[in-house]
Nanobody, 113 residues
Framework: QVQLMESGGGLVQPGGSLRLSCAAS????????ISWYRQAPGKQREVVAS???????TYAASVKGRFTISRDNAKNMVYLQMNTLKPEDTAVYYC???????WGQGTQVTVSS
């Protein structure tokens, strides 16, 4: 089973940007959908963005227009570009392969001045 590892989190000021990366341990070429989720303190985990094998994307309403999900099948990588970050974007961000249930360990994103 493909394993996932996120990176790229950190502390950023409101209005700033971060790029999260999700590295897969094996080929993602045949994997249909890969998603980014987030979980804020005291809240349920929620889906942020998803991308299909053919790079069709969907976004949560709260991040649409600010976040961009992409994938590089040749490098077995999935990315989440986050722009115009807000304090309410503070959360642990995870990538997931819904078809297998595989999760990464998460990366912390903190948006604060």
């Amino acid at each position: 089973q493909v394993q996932l590892m996120e990176s790229g989190g950190g502390l950023v000021q409101p209005g700033g940007s971060l790029r999260l990366s999700c590295a897969a341990s094996g080929s993602i070429f045949s994997i249909g959908v890969i998603s980014w989720y987030r979980q804020a303190p005291g809240k349920q985990r929620e889906v942020v963005a998803s991308i299909t094998r053919n790079s069709i994307t969907t976004y949560a309403a709260s991040v649409k227009g600010r976040f961009t999900i992409s994938r590089d099948n040749a490098k077995n990588m999935v990315y989440l570009q986050m722009n115009t970050l807000k304090p309410e974007d503070t959360a642990v961000y995870y990538c997931k392969i819904p078809s297998t249930g595989a999760w990464g360990q998460g990366t912390q994103v903190t948006v604060s001045s």
